[in-house]
């Protein structure tokens, strides 16, 4: 397949049974991306694939458990190419962006003191901003928040310094406004917040169906996804 056949969309659009589908007599156009991914057919063959199989809970001694682990370590050693993550553990599946952001702060509080400071930005969709707030709320932390310059609406790095100091231990940043689609240096962000001694989590939901990710590149310590916004 040359590189002319795979940018065609005309195949590509056929392999997606949910993009034949009829409203009315026309053709729908899916319009919510956000609202979930449409799947091409390998896709829906590999999930139904899995349940005919006889699949099972992780961990066993027996077939089905052997079987069910092996899919979960090919997922992720897919998803560690996607990420371009230096190993296939680094990757973990969860419900959602936000189900994954809760659990990590929880985590990540339990290292916290009171009086510790974290910092989270005004550009951010509310599932990277929540979880922070009740998360230093219960743990005496102090929030500190980040701009974003209204001409261009991109995050006002140029104050992270202001921001950031031997206390800081988080910085909870997106990768791209879900809301405006402008795009942080998270490269430099992360090297500021790690100058200081702080984490850098970065919310890749909406950068994730534009660019190309790679963790490494970014040096960032966490990157969530939602992958039924993929498309
Ligand atoms: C930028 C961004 N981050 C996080 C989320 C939350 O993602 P999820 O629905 O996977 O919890 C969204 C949802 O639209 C989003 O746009």
């Not at 916290?112 to 910092?119: A, L, R, S, V, Y």
């Not at 169906?209 to 490494?216: E, I, R, S, Y």
Request: with cysteine; hydrophobic share 40%.
């Amino acid at each position: 397949m040359n590189e002319m056949t795979l940018l065609n969309p005309v195949p590509l659009r056929a392999q997606f049974p949910a993009l034949q589908l009829e409203v009315n007599g026309r053709t729908a156009v899916y319009l919510d991306g956000p609202g979930g991914t449409q799947v091409p057919q390998g896709v829906i063959d590999a999930m139904s694939g899995y349940l005919r199989h006889g699949g099972s809970n992780s961990g066993g001694p027996f077939l089905t458990s052997q079987y069910t682990d092996d899919i979960t370590n090919a997922a992720r050693t897919a998803m560690m190419d996607l990420y371009n993550a230096r190993r296939p553990d680094e990757i973990v599946f969860g419900q959602n962006m936000t189900s994954l952001n809760f659990s990590l702060s929880r985590a990540l509080a339990r290292t916290w003191q009171p009086g510790d400071e974290i910092i989270v930005t005004r550009l951010d969709h509310d599932a990277n901003i929540s979880p922070w707030l009740l998360a230093a709320q219960d743990s005496g932390v102090i929030v500190r928040w980040l701009d974003f310059d209204p001409t261009d609406c991109t995050l006002r790095l140029e104050h992270l310094p202001d921001l950031l100091n031997e206390k800081t231990r988080l910085l909870a940043i997106t990768y791209a406004s879900n809301a405006v689609g402008s795009i942080t240096d998270i490269k430099r962000a992360a090297e500021l917040a790690h100058a200081a001694g702080a984490l850098v989590l970065v919310d890749s939901v909406h950068f994730a169906p534009h660019g190309l990710l790679d963790v490494q590149a970014l040096n960032c310590d966490f990157l969530i996804s939602s992958s039924y916004k993929f498309d």
